[in-house]
T-cell receptor, first 112, second 114 residues
Framework: SQELEQSPQSLIVQEGKNLTINCTSS?????LYWYKQKYGEGLIFLMM?????EEKSHEKITAKLDEKKQQSSLHITASQPSHAGIYLC????????????FGTGTRLQVTL | DVKVTQSSRYLVKRTGEKVFLECVQD?????MFWYRQDPGLGLRLIYF???????EKGDIPEGYSVSREKKERFSLILESASTNQTSMYLC?????????????FGSGTRLTVV
């Protein structure tokens, strides 16, 4: 199965600062999904990237997939306490999203 | 909105007990999944089901079984619970062929085996 590595494992940023989380795959990604998890709860879908070079934004969160389709980054601009949680990337290695493999997650804390 | 409901948020069971974790979705999704989440290991797929009465092993099926008798319900069974099955269990569902929206997850069941 496809291996996904996320970095950093944890992150503490001051409110208002920007941050970036990376997700790297050892194989070509057919689809890359970003999720956010509040502590002790389920995962909330953020966005999905499919094409090399693709970039999507939702409010202050922007995700990109590189041209080679092996790395994705999630960028948060002007972080807020509401951004705190665990961010996970999920990889589709079938082209049909019939089975997703997840990274280990990045724990984000936002301090006042 | 699709809702995926897991029957219990917290569960404490004894070693050797048979444990049932229930998951119900209300949007007629064909595909359903069970993951477990552990610190440092992320989400790992236990079992999944493409449709009623169908099941496929995921990456870590040992010690688990599943049941999908109705489309909306996917049950995870721990035949004889052990302490190394203490974990957060997450159920998810999706409609076949929809790649743009990912999976919809339940809120999770935190199982402790003592």
């Amino acid at each position: 199965s496809q291996e996904l590595e996320q970095s950093p494992q944890s992150l503490i940023v001051q409110e208002g600062k920007n941050l970036t989380i990376n997700c790297t795959s050892s194989k070509t990604l057919y689809g890359l999904y970003w999720y956010k998890q509040k502590y002790g709860e389920g995962l909330i879908f953020l966005m999905m990237l499919q094409k090399g070079g693709e970039e999507k934004s939702h409010e202050k969160i922007t995700a990109k997939l590189d041209e080679k389709k092996q790395q994705s980054s999630l960028h948060i601009t002007a972080s807020q306490p509401s951004h705190a949680g665990i961010y996970l990337c999920g990889a589709d290695n079938t082209g049909t999203a019939s089975k997703l493999t997840f990274g280990t997650g990045t724990r984000l804390q936002v301090t006042l | 909105d699709v809702k995926v409901t897991q029957s219990s948020r917290y569960l404490v069971k004894r070693t050797g007990e048979k444990v049932f974790l229930e998951c119900v979705q209300d949007m007629d999704h064909e595909n359903m999944f069970w993951y477990r989440q552990d610190p440092g290991l992320g989400l790992r797929l236990i079992y999944f089901s493409y449709d009623v009465k169908m099941k496929e092993k995921g990456d870590i099926p040992e010690g688990y079984s599943v049941s999908r008798e109705k489309k909306e319900r996917f049950s995870l069974i721990l035949e004889s619970a052990s302490t190394n099955q203490t974990s957060m269990y997450l159920c998810a569902s999706r409609r076949t062929g929809t790649i743009n929206y990912g999976y919809t997850f339940g809120s999770g069941t935190r199982l402790t085996v003592v």
